[in-house]
């Protein structure tokens, strides 16, 4: 029966009959302190005078005030007795959180850099994972080979050298968390090996950038003009140490990287002793004819290859590879220490890429982005034929040059119109010594299909 006790001058609320006495005293005492019925600095009686008062053992008492006072509840000192802790009790600030407006999420994303991932081959990829699982050995699931699996690595070989042209030895491929997993791993290598610099495209990512700055590399600008990127002569401040780029399909421009500035490029690189890392992030979509092939073919031991999953099936993957030199490969195995992805998704995607499955996926939505692109560049001609479309022979976006001035206009009219769109200026390097241009952005591979007409209405509404 639970009865009441004021001792000293709290209300314990306290079963005197249960199995539960030691608990129960020690939760009364402890919700008496919390909720400022004990203030701090009360001296509460002995244990014996508590224990008599209560009809207890003194030991119980004498136990629940050891346990409070390990607790910080209570404070025990020699000859002042047993008193509340002199702290504030907890209390909850009850206020209402202040009410934040969620920003209206887009009809349409048009944003670059997503694919289609409605299409996502579900099905297929989980009966690669069974396979892959049922005959993964045991060994497979420890901690492994820091460059990956090596049943992923021997895909990757084969996939790369056949559609992409890469020399690719299974023992210099390092699979890693996407491309930026790649590219971290990269840049505290090059830190390490004493590089300062890393030369970057005058229209790039901002986050590529980001990730060297953090990891102490300076970040020059690579010239740039009306045909793409260009390598630059040997005293400009962007040769020293590495170069990224985007050689098979610019981005966001869009144009491929020319032949003799590819070739510029190596032989630069081998007379400065410097790397080029590839970034060849949509290489596989190229609609009017054959691919570019890879740029590290020309020279294995002078460039990088940085390869993804993130477009052709699904970002959240988090699945990348770098193809290396045989110099870095040591370096790189030591910097991946505790970074390889998951075992269970590096044996789903062999399995996948084993079987075909990746070839015929990858078929799939180069026909499925292609007619996207047409739908695009059709409707612009009926519907905004001042607007000049650019960069359109392969990957999953189009630039849409506009007139001067507008650019800003142009992306707020879009959002409005519930698209969300990026403006050229957005990839433009700070440092660039380029002319502004007027562009928008627009990534049609992440709409599904159902959609797409809708975000190409309100993308046409939105232009001059």
Not at 102 to 122: C, K, N, V
Request: aromatic share 6%.
């Amino acid at each position: 029966m639970a009865e009441q006790w004021a001792t000293f001058g709290a209300d314990l609320h306290l079963d005197r009959t249960g199995p539960g006495l030691r608990r129960g005293l020690t939760d009364a005492l402890r919700e008496a302190v919390r909720g400022g019925r004990l203030a701090p600095g009360t001296r509460l009686p002995s244990s014996r005078s508590l224990a008599a008062d209560l009809g207890v053992a003194r030991n119980t008492v004498a136990e629940v005030y050891a346990d409070l006072v390990a607790e910080g509840w209570l404070a025990a000192r020699q000859g002042s007795g047993t008193r509340v802790a002199d702290r504030t009790p907890a209390t909850p600030d009850r206020r209402p959180a202040p009410h934040r407006r969620e920003a209206a999420r887009p009809a349409y994303d048009l944003i670059p850099g997503t694919p289609e991932l409605a299409s996502f081959p579900r099905t297929r990829w989980l009966s690669a994972a069974r396979r892959a699982l049922a005959a993964a050995p045991d060994r497979a699931l420890g901690y492994g080979d820091p460059r990956g699996r090596v049943e992923l690595r021997t895909a990757l070989a084969a996939y790369l050298s056949r559609a992409r042209g890469v020399h690719a030895d299974p023992d210099r491929i390092v699979v890693c968390a996407g491309f930026l997993g790649g590219l971290g791993v990269l840049a505290d290598l090059l830190r390490h090996r004493g590089t300062r610099s890393v030369a970057v495209e005058s229209y790039g990512l901002p986050h590529h950038r980001r990730l060297l700055t953090r990891a102490g590399l300076g970040t020059p600008p690579l010239p740039f003009d009306d045909r793409g990127t260009r390598p630059g002569d040997d005293d400009h401040p962007a040769t020293a140490g590495a170069v990224l780029l985007t050689p098979s399909h610019q981005f966001p421009m869009g144009l491929p990287l020319l032949p003799e500035r590819r070739t510029a490029l190596i032989d630069r690189a081998r007379r400065t002793g410097g790397l080029v890392l590839e970034d060849d992030y949509d290489g596989e979509f190229r609609y009017d004819r054959q691919p570019v092939g890879a740029l590290q073919g020309l020279d294995p031991d002078r460039v990088v290859y940085l390869g993804t999953a993130s477009k052709s099936l699904a970002p959240g993957l988090r699945l990348g590879w770098l193809v290396l030199p045989p110099s870095l490969v040591e370096d790189a195995m030591d910097a991946m220490a505790g970074r390889t992805p998951g075992v269970l998704d590096q044996l789903t995607l062999a399995e996948f890429m084993a079987r075909g499955d990746y070839d015929r996926h990858v078929r799939a939505a180069r026909l499925r982005y292609r007619r996207r692109r047409d739908a695009l560049v059709a409707a612009l001609a009926e519907r905004a034929p001042d607007v000049r479309v650019t960069g359109i022979a392969a990957g999953l976006h189009a630039v849409l040059r506009l007139p001067v001035g507008t650019e800003q206009q142009v992306v707020r009219a879009a959002a409005w119109h519930g698209l969300a769109v990026h403006g050229l200026s957005t990839f433009r390097h700070p440092d660039a010594d380029v002319a502004p241009l007027d562009a928008l952005v627009v990534g049609y591979g992440t709409p599904p299909d159902h959609a797409w007409a809708g975000a190409l209405d309100a993308l046409c509404r939105a232009l001059p």
